[in-house]
């Protein structure tokens, strides 16, 4: 029995678990820079709780709202360069991964007078300033990742920078702050969150801690899966995806993603598909190519699912995110050929060829030859 484990982040969980533990804002100095999107933040709730926490503590705070979906090299870009005048102690970052990705990018650049790209090559003068992380989706776990995906035009896909120091120092989990997702928001975001505990529980990096992690939050999404389908989610059911979002980070912080996030990431960036959507509708074909090499893997999500099929994932995943886009046959090969050389596609438990990675775009996605 070997394996390492490392989850650096203090995690509060619970209603007003922010407010609660004021002490915890304190802690890491007298100036927050607060990292958003343009709405999120606010309509949630997060951001009217989060400043009157720093305002009742003596925190002198900024205000940068300016994070769109899928950050780029450029929005961080700006965002370090107002953190860096600013010249805070801590970021404080409120929002779905968007804004929690840029903020641990921002916290780098807050300190450090390099451009965007070169927050790839890692190795920074200066340690990133620490970061406090408010997710309002239940999806992504950046709250407790030591990962940010950013939007590199250049290579036109997504691409992780990811570093020990970029963890959150903490993270205040307040399901309340979910209610305000739209219903397609609130879907693809705990589809992410499956995704994660599913690629996490069969990556060839899984080990016996993350797999028990993986398999709660397979189970957890499981019993809410029914009420996420209906659309009608309690204060309780939102609690439990946001645990299951929690646990799905803290197993990727162990084991990385796998192929379905690597071919997803072509879907999001050419064809805007929102992230969870991307990785929901390549789940099933994603089990069945790995089922010859971890069968048993594979029966254990089935069952902590409370299924007893991939058919059955895949209807159910047909069912919570309904709707088609339409690829061309040059786009899969496209697409298959960037995943190919993402990092990520090496930890799939049976290794798929680019022949295979187009196979399984092929048999996910409704695809049109070229004319
Ligand atoms: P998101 O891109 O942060 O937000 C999606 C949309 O939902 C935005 O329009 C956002 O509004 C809105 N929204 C968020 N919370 C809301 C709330 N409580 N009420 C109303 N609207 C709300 O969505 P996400 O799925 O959480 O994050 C996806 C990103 O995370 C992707 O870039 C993905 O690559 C990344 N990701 C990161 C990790 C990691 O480990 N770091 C893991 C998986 C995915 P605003 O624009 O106003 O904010
Ligand atoms: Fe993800």
Not at 245 to 266: E, F, K, R
Not at 314 to 319: E, V
């Amino acid at each position: 029995m070997q394996f390492n484990f490392f989850m650096p982040t203090k995690v509060y969980f619970g209603t007003n678990c922010a407010a609660q533990n004021a002490a915890e804002f304190v802690r890491w100095g007298k100036k927050a820079f607060v990292v958003t999107g343009r709405n999120s933040a606010r309509i949630s709730g997060a951001l009217g709780d989060i400043a009157g926490v720093l305002d009742s503590q003596g925190i002198l705070w900024e205000l940068f709202d300016q994070i769109e979906e899928n950050p780029t090299l450029a929005a961080v870009e700006a965002g370090g360069e107002a953190a860096r005048s600013f010249k805070p102690d801590m970021i404080i970052a409120i929002g779905g991964g968007s804004p929690l990705d840029a903020a641990k990018a921002i916290a780098v650049l807050a300190v450090n007078a390099i451009s965007a790209r070169a927050l790839y090559d890692g190795g920074f003068a200066a340690p990133p300033l620490p970061i406090l992380a408010i997710p309002t989706t239940a999806g992504t776990g950046s709250e407790v990742t030591q990962y940010s995906i950013l939007t590199d035009d250049e290579r036109q896909t997504k691409r992780s920078f990811s570093g020990p120091d970029i963890f959150p120092k903490a993270a205040f989990l307040d399901a309340r702050y979910t209610q305000s997702q739209s219903a397609h928001v609130a879907v693809n975001s705990a589809v992410d969150a499956l995704s994660h505990a599913i690629e996490g529980y069969l990556s060839k990096r899984s080990t016996l801690v993350s797999d028990c992690l993986a398999l709660e939050a397979i189970r957890a999404f499981g019993l809410a899966r029914h009420s996420l389908a209906a659309g009608r989610l309690s204060l309780a059911d939102r609690e439990a995806l946001l645990y299951v979002s929690l646990l799905g980070g803290v197993v990727i912080a162990q084991t990385a993603t796998t192929a379905v996030h690597a071919l997803g990431y072509s879907l999001t960036y050419f064809h805007n598909v929102p992230h969870g959507r991307a990785n929901g509708l390549l789940l099933g074909e994603y089990l069945a190519f790995n089922a010859a090499a971890v069968p048993d893997k594979v029966s254990n999500i089935l069952a902590a699912l409370g299924l007893e099929t991939i058919d059955e994932l895949k209807a159910l995943m047909t069912r919570l995110l309904p709707g088609e886009e339409t690829y061309t046959e040059q786009e899969v090969r496209e697409f298959a050929a960037i995943a190919g050389k993402a990092p990520n596609t090496a930890n799939t438990p049976r290794q798929p060829s680019i022949d295979e990675l187009q196979q399984i775009l092929r048999a996910s996605l409704p695809v049109k030859k070229l004319s």
